[in-house]
């Protein structure tokens, strides 16, 4: 072999080792200044600090610094910079430039005492990818056992599961007091000029009665989902799946769901409508005792949330 292809292979792998080199970077590596931090401390005061707390500890969200965010977020920083520059603030949505995006998760790197550096984290989206946060929820998936099958973390949080599946399944049993299952549905428009329609979407498809039937069946199988250990509520909290009282709430939440299902199989618009004043005292009970908080005397003040998921 020619003087000359060693070098040219030499020149392939030394590209190739930097690039694996960065792959293998850590937070724990210095991958911020501690001038970037300061930047995101007067951009996190204004725009993040009203629900996620003064230190990042959570408030009406949850924290953004420590063990608990580590484990939501662990991965590729990308994930974490594409999420609060698409998503944060949650009353102005997408106003936040990547470079603004970037020294928040300086600051948030920063609370969690990881190690500042010399260079500044790069907003760039394949810089930001080489750069890993320890904890990431793939870790928490337990592969299957022999007979066994695997067990996934929670994919969401308490109020995503709720307004996901529990509200619009419990929507559709509640229409039935106003509109015959068994009756064709209106015609519905559509159209592009109409705009999305998450009532109308995919109209058609089942019948009536069979939605109430998949509505019923959804609140059921929601049951052994509000017992997952790890997931937590909005404002961060752990859901408080050993307590008692959420035990007792949530069979109560199976028992009923049979209850629907089985008023549902009569295709009886009367027996269903008198079958969800039971659903209605179901979601009261719970929520007087795990949502329903008061921090604040106005019923809709953002603060109460702080307190959800707490008796």
Known sequence: MSSRTVLMIAALLVPSMSIEAQQARTVRDGVYTDAQATRGSATYKEKCASCHGPALGGSLAPPLAGDAFAANWGGPLSAIVDKIQATMPANAMGTLTRAQATEVLALMLQTSKFPAGRAELSSEDAALKTITLPGAQTAAVRPAAAGNAPVFPPAGNMAQLMRGVLFPAANMIFNVQRYDPGQPPPKTNLSKEAGFSWVDWGAGVYTGWEIVDYAAVALGETSSLMLTPGRRCENGRPVPVNDPDWIKFTIE???????????????????????????????????????????????????????????
């Open 253 to 311: 939440l199976q028992e009923t769901s049979k209850a629907v299902y089985a008023a549902a199989q009569t295709r009886n618009q009367e027996k269903v409508s008198d079958i969800t004043e039971r659903l209605a005292d179901m979601c009261l009970h719970c929520h007087q005792a795990y949502r329903d908080k008061r921090v604040s005397r106005t019923p809709d003040d953002p603060q109460n949330r702080a307190a959800r998921c707490s008796k």
